[in-house]
């Protein structure tokens, strides 16, 4: 039954290639995930628009001019208007009393609100698409009081190509 | 005799075997290497680093502020496209534009309003290239 039967390794067989497959394909896989051009800095732009707004507002100079109504903000603050009309921006800001609720003036909203309803479901579904938040509180001093300034701000930021 | 004489057709098979075999690894593990070492260096990469980080700068940055960043990497780029640095970092509408090539190149929006003048100028002593970025308070026109 064994006669004439000989065991022969082929050169090259066709599971050489499978693996080599399986291997370069697996290595563009990781190199496209880890690549650089994918980094995310919306959370970082956010971050900073929260310091910028609320280090500016609790400058003793501005904090007056900010609670009357009368107050520009991008014109103070030197934000440019134009971000926050394409979606790629939005904050939102609360002043209150500190150690109380009472509201010292009514609420800034500026750019797309639903930035706030991204930012608030990603706990539970995040994705690329969502925008990234920033939440900050700062302290200010009104009436020789303090007050306490809540800062929310958003970046759906991703750059693209000119 | 006729031993080692059987055997001896079987050992140069073997032999074509293992050579063939890492001929065709070799050329295969070169083309692995060459496609990482390619895919980290491409101008795209250097454009989107860039933009990104000039935004950030322009972001964290208070007026009558000039900040200088080493750009020495780009060398490469300026050398084999005969590019001018006047024309790879562009600001304008509030956006960061990196052009390395021919391409249109990146472009990343910051939320400054500000006014940004880019130069360049290269280290006397290290000969090392710097981009220099003056932010200054936008004058309103």
Not at chain 1, 45 to 58: H, K, M, P, S, Y
Not at chain 1, 143 to 151: A, D, P, R, Y
Not at chain 2, 79 to 97: A, D, P, R, S, T
Request: proline share 3%.
């Amino acid at each position: 039954m064994f006669n004439n039967k000989k065991a022969d390794e082929p050169i090259l067989s066709i599971w050489n290639f499978v693996i080599w497959g399986i291997i370069g394909l697996g290595l563009v896989i990781v190199i496209i995930n880890l690549n650089p051009i994918n980094t995310d800095i919306r959370k970082i732009q956010a971050d900073l628009l929260a310091d910028r707004i609320g280090n500016c507002i609790t400058d003793y100079k501005i904090t007056e001019k900010f609670i009357s109504d009368d107050f520009n903000l991008f014109k103070e603050c030197n934000i440019d208007k134009k971000g926050f009309d394409n979606n790629k921006f939005y904050f939102n800001i609360t002043t209150r009393k500190a150690g109380s609720n009472e509201v010292l003036r009514k609420e800034i909203v500026f750019g797309n609100p639903d930035f706030e309803i991204m930012c608030g479901i990603k706990r539970n579904a995040d994705s690329p698409n969502f925008a990234k938040c920033n939440i900050k509180e700062f302290f200010g001093i009104y009436n020789n009081e303090q007050i306490i300034i809540k800062v929310m701000a958003g970046s759906n930021n991703a750059g693209g190509g000119v | 005799m006729k031993l080692i004489i059987n055997k001896k057709g079987e050992g140069t098979k073997m032999l074509l075997v293992l050579i063939i075999t890492l001929i065709v690894n070799v050329i295969f593990f070169t083309g692995m290497f060459y496609f990482v070492e390619r895919s980290g260096s491409t101008p795209s990469i250097y454009e989107h680093f860039y933009a990104k980080k000039l935004a950030l700068i322009i972001d964290n940055s208070n007026p009558d502020t000039i900040v200088s960043l080493n750009i020495n990497d780009l060398n490469q780029f300026f050398g084999e496209n005969k590019l001018n640095i006047n024309n790879v970092f562009i600001i304008q509408n509030n956006k960061v534009i990196v052009k390395l090539n021919n391409n249109p190149g990146y472009s990343f929006d910051y939320f400054s309003d500000y006014d940004v003048e880019i130069s360049s100028h290269k280290d006397p002593e290290t000969q090392d290239l710097f981009v220099d970025i003056l932010i200054k308070e936008r004058k309103n026109v």
